[in-house]
């Protein structure tokens, strides 16, 4: 089964294709992605890297982690589950901001 590991301190310049030919000699990369941000489509300074195995992310982990790549020390650890974030956006629709208190005279 996949193992996905978080990859952190990455440089602005470190690509998809790099992070997946460094994480190869761990073993089989299924996938790896470097998350920009959306507005300016710059990298966010991280990743993650999805191994074939248990023990090939392990070992990446192992040899990785604390090492140099494009002239950052890289952060490697096990990827924890995506919290549920509050969904932002849009008004409130209490009694506070614009238009709450519509229709009252004082």
């Known amino acids: ?19 997946k030919k460094t994480f190869s000699e761990a073993g ?5 992605i470097v998350i920009n941000d959306r ?7 991280f990743g993650f890297v999805e191994m074939s195995t248990e023990e090939e992310a392990k070992k ?6 604390g090492k140099e790549l494009d002239g950052r020390t ?3 650890n096990e ?4 919290e549920e974030r ?4 849009g008004y ?3 009694g506070s901001g614009y238009g709450g208190n519509r229709g009252r005279r004082y």
């Open 79 to 82: 990827a924890r589950p995506q």
């Open 74 to 76: 890289i952060i490697v």
């Open 1 to 19: 089964m996949a193992k996905k590991l978080y990859v952190g301190g990455l440089s602005y310049d470190t690509n998809e294709d790099t992070l």
């Open 60 to 65: 990446a982990i192992e040899t990785l982690n």
């Open 86 to 89: 509050p969904r932002s956006g």
């Open 92 to 94: 409130d629709r209490g």
């Open 28 to 32: 089989t990369v299924e996938s790896a």
């Open 39 to 45: 507005d300016s489509g710059r990298s966010k300074g």
